[in-house]
């Protein structure tokens, strides 16, 4: 059983591009979250994708958007690239929203903005 | 609001050593707990979670942790440390059961470093 899957593994980008980061998630699961990791950083929540809306939302501007699609994968979308971007982003999954399910974590996305 | 501050971004310790990670929470709301790990280049890995149950939690890898209320503290701990247990650990809160629908809130994290 495949678990949490994200593409790429490493993207070089340039102030002021735009970025789509991928996530399937693990077999079973409907929720989608994605994380942003600075570097020596705890992971900071972004938002939450369910039935292909975005349920809950955490301090991130609206340059970082998202998308979930009928097969429950995600996209992560970062517009206006700002130095500060440059982080480790992460996609967990879990079968409910309701929130009493377990998180399970993806390997990451490494983003480095140049 | 919640918040997690562990002490300690480095920690080292001999192999075969007590392993103490240290992890203090604030919440308004009765608190979730959670320890994860990552190694390198890798996702987070969940160890163990406390969901109110019993205060004394164990996990994978001989981890436990003991969640004390009037210390706001959940410290992770392993009797015997081994070298494939140097990692990252996060220490998280979440005012749900799974840490899903609200998202998790996360730690600094800790690097544990094993010695020969």
């Known amino acids: 059983d495949a678990g949490v899957t994200q593409s790429p593994t490493h993207l070089i980008k340039t102030r002021g591009q735009q970025v789509t980061l991928r996530c399937s998630p693990k077999?079973?699961?409907?929720?989608v979250s994605w994380y942003q990791q600075a570097l020596g950083q705890g992971p900071q929540f972004i938002f939450q994708?369910?039935?292909?809306?975005?349920?809950q939302r955490g301090n991130f501007p609206d340059r970082f958007s998202g998308h979930q699609f009928p097969n429950y994968s995600s996209e992560l979308n970062v517009n206006a690239l700002l130095l500060g971007d440059s982080a480790l982003y992460l996609c967990?999954?879990?079968?409910?929203?309701?929130?009493?399910?377990?998180?399970?974590f993806g390997p990451g996305t490494r983003l480095t903005v140049t | 609001a919640q918040s997690v501050t562990q002490l300690g971004s480095h920690v080292s310790v001999s192999e075969g050593a007590l392993v103490l990670l240290r992890c203090n929470y604030s919440s308004s709301v009765p608190p979730y707990l959670f320890w994860y790990v990552q190694y390198p280049n890798q996702g987070l890995q969940l160890l163990l979670k406390?969901?109110?149950?019993?205060?004394l939690v164990k996990g994978i890898n001989g981890f436990e942790a003991e969640f004390k209320k009037s210390e706001t503290s959940f410290h992770l701990t392993k009797p015997s440390a081994h070298m494939s247990d140097a990692a990252e650990y996060f220490c998280?809160?979440?005012?749900?059961?799974?840490?899903?629908?609200?998202?998790?809130?996360f730690g600094k994290g800790t690097h544990l470093i094993i010695q020969p």
């Open positions: 077999s079973g699961h409907d929720t």
């Open positions: 406390y969901t109110s149950a019993a205060t």
């Open positions: 967990a999954s879990s079968p409910t929203a309701s929130g009493y399910a377990e998180q399970y």
């Open positions: 998280a809160v979440s005012s749900l059961p799974g840490g899903g629908a609200d998202g998790l809130t």
């Open positions: 994708y369910y039935e292909e809306e975005e349920r």
